[in-house]
């Protein structure tokens, strides 16, 4: 088991871990849509699948909301 935050908060997960089960074992809404950090750097969405979890990695899935003031 190793130790990695996930949007500031903890969680113990077997790592490494490719970032695409990460997201799929958080739930993550409409992954299609995500933009992820990893431990600060932001990953290309086509390197999800090679881009591996370790234990001490933060990870942070970022959504961006469209719109604006009238």
Same mark, same amino acid.
């Given at each position: 088991?190793?130790? $990695?935050?996930?949007? !500031?908060? +903890?969680?113990? *997960?077997? %790592? @490494? $871990?490719? /970032? %695409?089960?990460? $997201?799929? *074992?958080?739930?993550? /809404?409409? @992954? +299609?849509?995500?933009?992820?950090?990893?431990?600060?750097? &932001? *990953? !290309? =969405?086509?390197? &999800?699948?090679? %881009?591996? *979890?370790? !234990?001490?990695?933060?990870? !942070? &899935?970022?959504? &961006?909301?469209?719109?604006?003031? =009238?």
């Amino acid at each position: 088991m190793g130790n $990695i935050k996930v949007n !500031d908060n +903890d969680q113990q *997960i077997a %790592t @490494p $871990i490719a /970032l %695409t089960e990460l $997201i799929a *074992i958080n739930k993550v /809404l409409q @992954p +299609d849509m995500v933009s992820v950090q990893v431990n600060g750097e &932001f *990953i !290309d =969405r086509e390197a &999800f699948g090679s %881009t591996v *979890i370790k !234990d001490g990695d933060q990870v !942070d &899935f970022l959504y &961006f909301m469209g719109g604006g003031a =009238r």
